[in-house]
């Protein structure tokens, strides 16, 4: 076989928060997705070491990025998500403030990437995109601010 590495990256708009607001508190919440193509296309979860990590992206970036041009994220901020053995866990209300007080206090919106630790044959974590049939599926962001 040969070996297929994915990550993902993600924006939300925060352009309804005024540059000046403190952030209360930003939750991210993630859906295992029901129906997955990869991995072992039953389970969105799978393998010996799924654990993961969000990170703040960067820099800016577009759609039309390929591997050697994704945008950096930031590994000294990043969350680390344990491994699990369930073959479908969603992530709810990752605490993600830090990183989006930097996005809206910093002018610096560019989203989220999500990656393995263990970037390895056979480990998966699939959540579903903002594209998915089940739009209380998509990914979410709750912020409070004043």
């Not at 990256?9 to 000046?20: E, R, Y």
């Amino acid at each position: 076989g040969e070996l297929l590495l994915l990550r993902s990256i993600f924006k939300f708009d925060l352009s309804a928060i005024p540059a000046n607001a403190t952030i209360v508190s930003a939750k991210l919440t993630l859906y295992s997705n029901p129906t997955p193509l990869n991995g072992s296309a039953t389970d969105a979860n799978y393998g010996p070491n799924n654990a993961m990590f969000i990170e703040r992206i960067t820099s800016d970036w577009n759609t039309s990025i390929t591997w050697p041009t994704q945008p950096f994220g930031d590994n000294t901020t990043q969350i680390a998500i344990p491994h699990t053995s369930l073959p479908f866990l969603d992530l709810v209300d990752v605490d993600v403030t830090s990183m989006v007080a930097t996005m809206v206090n910093g002018n610096s919106n560019y989203g989220f990437k999500i990656r393995l630790q263990n970037e390895a044959f056979y480990n998966i974590r699939n959540f579903c995109s903002s594209k998915h049939a089940n739009t209380a599926k998509r990914p979410k962001l709750v912020v409070s601010y004043q």
